[in-house]
Structure formats: structure tokens, C-alpha cells
């Protein structure tokens, strides 16, 4: 019997999530509250693909996938918590299946520049890579295409480090933290700071993490 996902947002992130999906035979259900998604073109490949938009109140899933951008304040979110269902990202989703060398970069400021850099390095070097994450390709979009070499840049934002759960990175980079986004965090800087600074619980046993020591006074304190 097929297992029943939800994928909650059907941005860039969403999008490829189902479609990574039903590309190993889940069947995909999803919601986004912007109807003007439903006729977006790449939403209606995926609906002549399978995937059908949630109706019911109470979704019945084995798990859900929701994108960085949906707070956990959302009434949907809310919902599966309540219910005991399994909540995770489109990176979380990636890293269940990923067997190449993954090297995570995060901070407030520059990450983009840094994860871009690195990527640039590596293939430079001779050593192939692929730049992925939030820098606006999805995780699960490349891994169907990647070679047995392949190095994985992957920058990660404090949204998607949220819904993370498996230490898969051999390295890691933790940037400038300064205050931002404190809307999601209610206000808290120190929870949008730990939040970043959580991504040295998803490296592998005895792999690097390097932290640029610039830190704003509000964490100092």
C-alpha cells in the first residue's frame, strides 16, 4: 500500500518535494492556501502525475513535508503536530535518500556568497560540485542525476534547519548571526540564533564544524 504524504506549500521547495515523491511511488497530497497555485504549471503537471489537493479537515498521513516558509503557528501545521504526525522539510526528505558528501553553510549574512565560493573552489580544484539548498535549488531535485564524486554545497537557512533530523554532513559553517526574521521566532533572538546554531547536531560523528566568531552583542549577552 502506497504511503500517504502531505506536502503543505507549493513553492520551489514544495514542488519538488512532490515531485520527488511521487517519483518513488508515495501518494501526494498538498495544500496551499494561494489559489493561484492550482494553475500554476508546474502544480498541474504534478496533478497529471497523481498528486491531489487536500479536501479534509483532519489530513490521514504517515508523514508530512512542509515548506520553510510555513511557520509552525500554521493552522495546518498545528494540526498534524496535535495529531502526532511526522513533520519534516524538503532538505530533511533529501537527506533520508542521500548517499553523496553533503557540507552545510549557514549564518545570517553571506552564506549564499560563502556556499557559491566553496562550490566554486571544489570544482576549480578538480573535485566535482554541486551548490543546492536555499541558494534556490531544491535538495531533492539533483539527487536523481548525481554522480558517485559529486561534493554537495549546501546552504541552509534557519527555516529549513528547523524541520532537519539526520546528522548526514561532513562539514559545516556557521556564518555571521545577527538579528533577523525575528518575526518567525516571536521576537527571540536567542531562538533564531539557536536555531542556527543547531545545524552541529546534523554532522556525522567527528566531522568539522567551522564558526566565524562575529556575533552580535544580543547573543554575547
Same mark, same amino acid.
Given at each position: 500500500?502506497k504511503?500517504?504524504?502531505?506536502?503543505?506549500?507549493l513553492?520551489?521547495? @514544495?514542488?519538488?518535494?512532490?515531485?520527488?515523491?511521487?517519483?518513488?511511488?508515495?501518494?501526494?497530497?498538498?495544500?496551499?492556501?494561494?489559489?493561484?497555485? $492550482?494553475?500554476?504549471?508546474h502544480?498541474?503537471?504534478?496533478?497529471?502525475?497523481?498528486? #491531489?489537493?487536500? !479536501?479534509?479537515?483532519?489530513?490521514?498521513c504517515?508523514?508530512?513535508?512542509?515548506?520553510?516558509?510555513?511557520?509552525?503557528?500554521?493552522?495546518?501545521?498545528?494540526?498534524?503536530?496535535?495529531e502526532?504526525?511526522?513533520?519534516?522539510?524538503?532538505?530533511?526528505?533529501?537527506? $533520508?535518500?542521500?548517499?553523496?558528501?553533503?557540507?552545510?553553510?549557514?549564518?545570517t549574512? @553571506?552564506?549564499?556568497?560563502?556556499?557559491?565560493?566553496?562550490?566554486?573552489?571544489?570544482?576549480?580544484?578538480?573535485?566535482?560540485? $554541486?551548490?543546492? @539548498?536555499?541558494?534556490? #535549488?531544491?535538495? #531533492?531535485?539533483?539527487?536523481?542525476?548525481?554522480?558517485?564524486?559529486?561534493i554537495?554545497?549546501?546552504?541552509?537557512?534557519?527555516?529549513q534547519?528547523?524541520?532537519?533530523?539526520s546528522?548526514?554532513?561532513? @562539514?559545516?559553517?556557521?556564518?555571521?548571526?545577527?538579528?533577523?526574521?525575528?518575526? $518567525?521566532y516571536?521576537g527571540?533572538?536567542?531562538?533564531?540564533?539557536?536555531?542556527?546554531?543547531?545545524?552541529?547536531?546534523?554532522?556525522?560523528?567527528?566531522?568539522p564544524?567551522?564558526?566565524?566568531?562575529k556575533?552580535?552583542?544580543?547573543?554575547? !549577552?
Amino acid at each position: 500500500m502506497k504511503q500517504r504524504v502531505l506536502v503543505i506549500g507549493l513553492g520551489l521547495s @514544495g514542488c519538488s518535494a512532490a515531485q520527488f515523491l511521487l517519483d518513488r511511488g508515495f501518494h501526494v497530497m498538498a495544500f496551499d492556501q494561494n489559489q493561484a497555485t $492550482r494553475t500554476d504549471a508546474h502544480v498541474t503537471a504534478l496533478q497529471k502525475r497523481g498528486m #491531489t489537493f487536500l !479536501e479534509e479537515e483532519k489530513p490521514s498521513c504517515d508523514f508530512v513535508v512542509v515548506s520553510p516558509g510555513v511557520p509552525r503557528e500554521h493552522f495546518l501545521y498545528r494540526r498534524v503536530l496535535e495529531e502526532g504526525i511526522e513533520v519534516i522539510g524538503e532538505i530533511e526528505l533529501a537527506c $533520508r535518500y542521500l548517499t553523496n558528501p553533503v557540507f552545510g553553510i549557514t549564518g545570517t549574512n @553571506g552564506k549564499t556568497t560563502v556556499a557559491l565560493l566553496f562550490g566554486h573552489v571544489l570544482n576549480s580544484c578538480g573535485r566535482k560540485a $554541486r551548490v543546492v @539548498g536555499n541558494v534556490g #535549488t531544491p535538495l #531533492t531535485s539533483v539527487l536523481s542525476d548525481l554522480q558517485d564524486d559529486e561534493i554537495l554545497v549546501c546552504e541552509l537557512s534557519s527555516f529549513q534547519l528547523e524541520t532537519m533530523q539526520s546528522r548526514v554532513l561532513h @562539514g559545516g559553517v556557521i556564518l555571521n548571526i545577527t538579528p533577523d526574521h525575528l518575526d $518567525r521566532y516571536g521576537g527571540d533572538f536567542q531562538a533564531y540564533a539557536a536555531t542556527k546554531i543547531s545545524m552541529q547536531t546534523f554532522l556525522k560523528p567527528g566531522a568539522p564544524l567551522y564558526v566565524e566568531w562575529k556575533v552580535s552583542r544580543d547573543l554575547k !549577552e
